[in-house]
């Protein structure tokens, strides 16, 4: 079985081309994933990273577990390239993925070999626990959610926004001294990129 491959931002997508070129190709399918953000009325930011994909070179499709079955959620999986997980709020993402029976297929797909890209929320899905995102996301606009156990592709988990710039350092502050005694915290600031390849964790400017 494959590694899984990863590349995991908190904001800009300039990685993504290069990430993609190796494993991919060019022109390749992107599924794209916004349900993070189905909470709330701006989503300009989403058009804005669909727009960006389109101009890297790629395919988006669109793949919503909140707008169509777990049967066709995962058929989607087998008949794109890569796929990509918007952010937004955390736990309204794990909550819906859940409710929908899309986290399992979504997982077993990455385990298998389909690249993800994970912005954000996207990122922070993706380790053992998203109960340390509580103070920069709030639980109470999420869907409705019995464990804060994320998708455990990766062993740490990654706090986005880490120089302050969505709420503030505050957040991000307390986060750490609340936090990361306990939790295995990855602070990743907008201008990086973390690339996960089954064990080895790299670093890279975003």
């Known amino acids: 079985m494959p590694a899984p491959d990863l590349l995991l931002l908190s904001r800009w997508l300039t990685p993504v081309p290069e990430f993609l070129r190796t494993r991919t190709g060019a022109g390749g399918r992107i599924g794209y994933l916004p349900t993070a953000s189905s909470i709330y009325p701006d989503q300009a930011w989403l058009d804005l990273e669909r727009a960006t994909l389109r101009d890297q070179g790629f395919v988006v499709c669109e793949l919503d577990p909140e707008l169509v079955s777990a049967a066709a959620f995962t058929r989607t999986l087998g008949e794109i390239d890569a796929v990509f997980v918007a952010g937004g709020n955390v736990f309204h993402l794990l909550g819906a ?19 993800y890209i994970g912005v954000s929320a996207g990122a922070a899905i993706t380790g053992p626990d998203i109960a340390p995102l509580s103070l920069l996301d709030n639980p109470g606009e999420a869907a409705p959610l019995a464990s804060t156990l994320g998708l455990g592709l990766v062993d740490v988990i990654v706090v986005p ?6 709420g503030g350092r505050g957040p991000v502050d307390a986060t750490r001294e609340r936090f990361a005694a306990e939790h295995p915290l990855h602070f990743l600031r907008d201008d ?7 064990e080895t964790r790299t670093v890279i400017s975003g």
């Not at 297929?105 to 070999?113: H, M, N, T, Y």
């Not at 990086?192 to 089954?198: D, H, R």
Request: glycine share 12%; hydrophobic share 50%.
């Open 97 to 115: 993925l859940r409710l929908a029976g899309a986290d399992r297929p979504l997982v077993d797909a990455v385990r298998a070999g389909l690249p």
């Open 161 to 166: 926004h880490a120089e302050g710039t969505v």
């Open 192 to 198: 990086e990129a973390l690339v996960v390849s089954g």
